[in-house]
């Protein structure tokens, strides 16, 4: 038995019949293969995102810099708008192609490429200047994210048979969690208190590296040549996305529930300042929220990827629960004695918010590549990031609440978020 077969069974507890629903008999003998290679690439795409977060790393860089806090502020909305806005005209080109797998791994390519530019910025530039062609970068890169989106639900629908998805998204998450957990271990420990230029060097250069190996991973998988059938313009495309709204109720749905249960990775800017407040701590260090990071994704990955094989229907309405939890939790943080109002205490719920993400990320992804049909995956997929990337322009807006009101109205804003999300998860249906 060849190794990759063996791992492919450990992971995904599999006996020798192998069942390979919802994929076609050719693909079915290449499925460890694959599994593998797609694991091997997602934990390096996994670590390089880490390492040029736009939520955590690139915000660091920029304050060393010297840049206008105003580009910081532009980073997590270029990256969501530049990654789901245009997916719904770049389907309609990709289902023209048999072979989907090119479109991730030259996107990989062209990231490894923006990362570099990057790091050009920070080695010739300083201030504003940097900062302009670091965040102008990270929307090029945002947007090669989007076309890869695309590709990688629809390869790995192809590739991968329905009831081991799950499985291989927690496989790459867990693998890059680890990856990143050391990775966070050199910064807190080696690289802690330094701003030095070769540090940064290092912290950038890694990345860039990383996504090319990525691609090349996602490169070498075996994918059998396709339908290419119905293929529309980018305007017909646009047209039967909005009759598919229309239409299909439950797709309608899926979409709400999972634009309202954004309300997680929403709430972790404001978990951390509420935190600073009470706590007086810095909660600012690289290493130490990389750390967490890491810790996230391999501890809670295993766990939600069997539970969104068995119904990524119910793990959404889990998840939107634990996130209401966990808000309640960090707003009850200040009724403790203030003996025990310390960032050893805090931290945890910072990690399960972060964990609880790792949940909804995963109970959506696997809900659309088994909900969609195979000859409009595409479609379906960029619909529905596209629809999300317009919720995450309105939703930019969403610290006012805070602002006008109080960061504890945020947070009761975000729980009836969760809890209108839980309702709609309710109400899809089973795949």
Known sequence: MKTQEQI?????????ERVCEAISE?????????????????????????LVSPGVTLPWILSVLGASSGFAGLLVPLKNAGSLLPQL???????????????????????????????????????????LIIVSALFLFSIASGVASVSFKDVMAKTIPKGRRGRLLATRATGGGLLTL???????????????????????????????????FFWSINEKAGATEGGRSPIEELS??????????????????????????????????????????????????????????????????????????????VVAFLGILNIALVMGFSLVANEYQTIAVFAPLILLNMMIHGGARLS????????????????YISLSNT???LFTVVAAGIGFIAELFSIQALFVFLMMMLIASMAYSFSLKEV
């Open 240 to 317: 039967k996305g909005i009759e598919l709204l229309k239409e299909n109720t439950n797709l309608r749905n899926f979409i709400i529930s999972r634009a309202l249960l954004m309300a997680i990775p929403l709430a972790q800017p404001f978990f951390i300042l509420y935190g600073k407040r009470l706590t007086d701590a810095d909660l600012s260090g690289l290493g130490l929220l990389v750390i967490a990071s890491g810790i996230a994704g391999f501890i809670s990955s295993p766990f939600w990827g069997k539970f969104a094989d068995r119904s990524s229907r119910k793990l959404m309405m």
């Open 89 to 131: 005209l770049v389907s309609a080109k990709i289902r023209a192609f048999a072979k989907r797998k090119n479109f991730w791994a030259y996107s990989a390519f062209f990231q490894s490429i923006m990362v570099a530019c990057m790091l050009i910025a920070f080695l010739l530039f300083e201030g504003d200047k940097a900062a």
């Open 8 to 16: 492919y069974r450990w992971i995904t507890d599999e006996g020798e």
């Open 387 to 389: 629809c999300i990337g």
């Open 364 to 379: 959506r992804k696997t809900y659309l590549a088994d909900f969609a049909p195979e000859d409009e995956r595409p479609l």
């Open 26 to 50: 050719d693909q079915c003998e290449e499925v460890p293969g694959n599994f593998l290679k797609n694991s091997l690439s997602g934990f390096s795409s996994k670590l390089a995102e880490q």
């Open 182 to 216: 050391g990775a966070g271990l050199v910064l807190y420990f080696f690289m802690s208190g330094r701003y030095s230029e070769q540090s940064i060097l290092i912290l950038i250069a890694s990345a860039s590296v990383l996504w090319f190996i990525s691609g090349a």
